[in-house]
Nanobody
Framework: QVHPVESGGGSVQAGGSLRLSCAVSGSNNRWYCMGWFRQAPGKEREGVATIRSDGSISSTTYRDSVKGRFTLSKDNAINTLYLQMNSLKPEDTAMYYC????????????????WGQGTQVTVSS
């Protein structure tokens, strides 16, 4: 059984920072793609940042609205994904989900076969 487990959400004021973590367990921890999505009430789930691992080469992709503020990183030794979020804005408020897949990548949530339960991020003005 494989499932990502998120942690690190919380409530902050605008301009503050949070660091989300996602630990993925399972017997086979080779993931082609891992990423963070978010979903605000009444809105569709949207991709925030992904990291694609192709052999020894990794590439990250960010949503335009978080570029320069969010940083995605991964510790392969413990198969944990991190999202450092700085200069948070009220519009970043959402449930944040970690996702992983062995074959597909991108910001289409349908590409991912494994999802965490989510962690809430609330940014007040």
């Amino acid at each position: 059984q494989v499932h990502p487990v998120e942690s690190g959400g919380g409530s902050v004021q605008a301009g503050g920072s949070l660091r989300l973590s996602c630990a993925v367990s399972g017997s086979n921890n080779r993931w082609y793609c891992m990423g963070w999505f978010r979903q605000a009430p009444g809105k569709e789930r949207e991709g925030v940042a992904t990291i694609r691992s192709d052999g020894s080469i990794s590439s990250t992709t960010y949503r335009d609205s978080v570029k320069g503020r969010f940083t995605l990183s991964k510790d392969n030794a413990i198969n944990t994904l991190y999202l450092q979020m700085n200069s948070l804005k009220p519009e970043d408020t959402a449930m944040y989900y970690c996702a992983a897949d062995r074959y597909l990548c991108g910001f289409d949530s349908r590409a991912y076969g494994y999802w965490g339960q989510g962690t809430q991020v609330t940014v007040s003005s």
